[in-house]
């Protein structure tokens, strides 16, 4: 018993190194700078100072990343409906072949595209103006919050829909085809049959989408202006400007509450889905 | 037996290796075209005079952080005691030199070559404020003007005041990149300060007063104001972007990224500069060899190749336009006229002394850079 214990605790020592030099003493260090005073001490000025200057900014990236969540939620869902209960197999082969695409270019490449396709006399306005739909002096510039929730959407919704069709085509087919059957059209079947048994998978996507999104730097410093902008592009400003890691540390903090915040409610979901199994 | 064959066999090949057989390793803060400037044009010139020698530039990128993340890597093997550092040349912005000299980071190596005697600008002994002579030689100067597109508008204002009521009349053909996206808005809120407070002299020579700053609400509240009617841009090339496709009319751009990207056809050609009053900062960046380079030598020749008059004049005014970092009158015969006068097209000589400011001393200029985001952007 002890032996295989033994073994059992050497099996699982390289992951655990590596978790604790890569992820638990930066998470320490980074919270014990945060809480630092810079009169000597622990206090929480540094939290003080990050609310202070960046208040609006810690919104702006709340309203930005939710937002963008609900989108790509509702992108992927349409997606991955389609593909699923799609009718014409062209239609559904093509969505196949071409909803992936973004997943296979960084933010960073995504972002600059975007500065050209979104800008006021970018490509977008000028397709809209050539084709007639408006007039120059009617088009306006995307470059702001709404081009990095559209930056976001267009490289997330293609993440989520993946995992979201691949739940869906694991789904009994039989289900779907008695609800048919009844007269149920493909949007009901898809609302009220297929979507409650994947909301687990679409959970997951998105919330890892949530994450991912609070993190990107270069899309709000590429897509639009600093004022407003997100908490990412604080950070690096404090540490570039002024050398200050305590105070980019706290908005770190703040941004490791955001994403705590969703890892709860899914845990809690995680959790009651479990007990729910288990009765 | 077969040990001392091999390290005698090691110890020759290292000793027969031409002398040049090196790494120069080159870091450079900046936007791109500084590290195009190191990749493309000074180091393939220094590799033809140094034979075996091997140039490799790294960017470190734009603005302060640029420079930030030079100073942090030659920290961390400072503490980490090592004793050669793999950085030879560093080319760094004004606000870290100072703090790099005081830390002990950097060698004292200017009056050790010989174009060292050829500068003459006194940015080449203080850096906003601190102390560096000896450590840097400035690479050139650059200057931030405002740039307009006189097909779209025909009265540009002449100073801060003007541009201000301007603005009002002209919503949103102002657009200036805030001071999260590079140097050249910093420049601008810079000089608003300047204009409005009248504490530029101060701002710049010091001393510095913790209580100066408390003056400065009303003209950070003007500028919040005046904020609503122009454009906040993605970053210094957003702005030229912006000008270029004519989406604002005027912005505060580097003289040298203006001159260049209209050069490239980035920019129409009819387009203009214009130094208001009553002025706009301008920075050098420096040359500079780390304290324990490991190729201390080479750097030195490195550097006093770069700011040869030859060098300068070719390199530094004709094809990247920017200000020389030595005495121009060394630069007399190096240079045909015409590129000389194209640095002055629109800004004269005279205009650049009068108008072209340093950066406040880095109290100062932290001040105004964090009373901005408490006051202005929050």
């Known amino acids: ?279 | 037996m077969y040990t001392r064959i091999i390290m005698s066999a090691l110890a020759t090949s290292l000793l027969a290796a031409p002398a040049g057989g090196q790494t120069l390793n080159v870091a450079t803060a900046g936007d791109q075209n500084m590290v195009d400037y190191v990749r493309d044009y000074l180091g393939p010139l220094f590799e033809k005079t140094h034979r075996g020698v091997r140039v490799v530039s790294v960017g470190t990128g734009p603005g302060d952080a640029g420079s930030q993340k030079i100073y942090e890597k030659l920290a961390a093997q400072k503490s980490a005691g090592t004793t050669t550092w793999d950085l030879d040349v560093i080319v760094i912005h004004q606000k870290i030199a100072g703090q790099m000299a005081a830390e002990q980071l950097l060698a004292k190596y200017k009056d050790d070559i010989d174009t060292g005697k050829l500068v003459s600008r006194e940015t080449a002994a203080n850096a906003l404020g601190a102390d560096v002579s000896g450590y840097v030689m400035p690479m050139f100067h650059s200057q931030t003007a405002l740039a307009y597109n006189p097909d779209i508008t025909k009265d540009i204002p002449g100073s801060y005041a003007d541009l201000a009521e301007w603005v009002k009349k002209n919503p949103r053909k102002f657009g200036y990149n805030g001071i999260k996206g590079g140097m050249s808005g910093v420049a601008f809120v810079t000089g608003w300060v300047y204009a409005f407070s009248g504490n530029a002299e101060q701002m710049i020579k010091g001393p510095y007063e913790a209580a100066t700053k408390a003056a400065w609400d009303g003209l950070l509240g003007k500028l919040k104001d005046f904020n609503k009617n122009v454009i906040i841009t993605p970053g210094n090339a957003g702005t030229l972007d912006m000008l270029n496709r004519g989406e604002i009319a005027v912005g505060p751009v580097w003289v040298d990224m203006f001159y260049t990207w209209m050069a490239e056809g980035k920019l129409p050609p009819s387009m203009k500069l214009k130094l208001i009053t009553p002025g706009m900062p301008g920075q050098p960046m420096y040359y500079a060899v780390p304290a324990k380079a490991a190729n201390a030598r080479l750097a030195e020749a490195f550097v006093a190749l770069a700011t040869s008059p030859e060098v300068q004049a070719e390199g530094i005014i004709k094809r990247f336009n920017w200000y020389p970092g030595i005495d121009a009158k060394y630069l007399e015969g190096k240079l045909d006229r015409a590129a000389w006068d194209k640095l002055f097209t629109d800004i004269s000589p005279d205009e650049l002394a009068g108008k072209g400011q340093p950066f406040p001393i880095t109290p100062y200029f932290n001040d105004v850079l964090e009373l901005y985001e408490k006051k202005v952007a929050n």
């Not at chain 1, 989520?160 to 493909?186: F, K, P, Q, Y």
Request: hydrophobic content about 55%.
């Open chain 1, 1 to 279: 018993m002890s032996e295989s214990r033994t073994a059992g605790l050497l099996l699982v020592a390289p992951a655990l190194l590596l978790v604790s030099a890569l992820f638990a003493y930066p998470l320490v260090f980074s919270v014990a700078s945060a809480v630092s005073d810079p009169a000597g001490g622990v206090g929480l000025a540094n939290f003080a100072k990050a609310f202070q200057l960046y208040s609006g900014d810690i919104l702006y990236t709340v309203f930005i990343v939710a937002i963008s969540t609900a989108l790509t939620g509702l992108v992927s869902i349409a997606i991955a409906g389609y593909l699923t209960m799609g009718e014409t197999p062209w239609l559904v082969s093509g969505l196949a072949w071409l909803y992936r695409w973004p997943l296979f270019i960084p933010f960073i490449v995504a972002a600059q595209c975007m500065r050209t396709f979104l800008a006021k006399n970018g490509m977008l306005n000028n397709t809209l103006v050539m084709s007639g739909l408006f007039d120059p002096d009617q088009t306006v510039s995307l470059l702001d919050w709404r081009g990095i929730i559209v930056t976001f959407v267009w490289k997330q919704a293609p993440f989520v829909a993946l995992l979201l069709a691949g739940g869906m085509a694991a789904l009994d087919r039989a289900t779907i085809e008695a609800a048919r059957n009844l007269g149920a059209s493909r949007l009901r079947c898809l609302i009220e049959i297929v979507l409650p048994l994947v909301a687990p998978t679409l959970m997951v996507g998105l919330i890892l989408s949530f994450v991912i999104m609070l993190s990107v730097l270069s899309v709000p410093l590429m897509v639009a202006g600093s004022q407003p902008t997100m908490l990412t592009v604080d950070i690096s400003f404090r540490i570039n400007a002024y050398g200050d890691y305590p105070v980019a540390n706290a908005l770190g903090v703040i941004s490791y509450l955001m994403t705590a915040i969703t890892a709860w409610i899914y845990l809690r979901y995680a959790l009651r889905e479990r007990q729910e199994k288990a009765a």
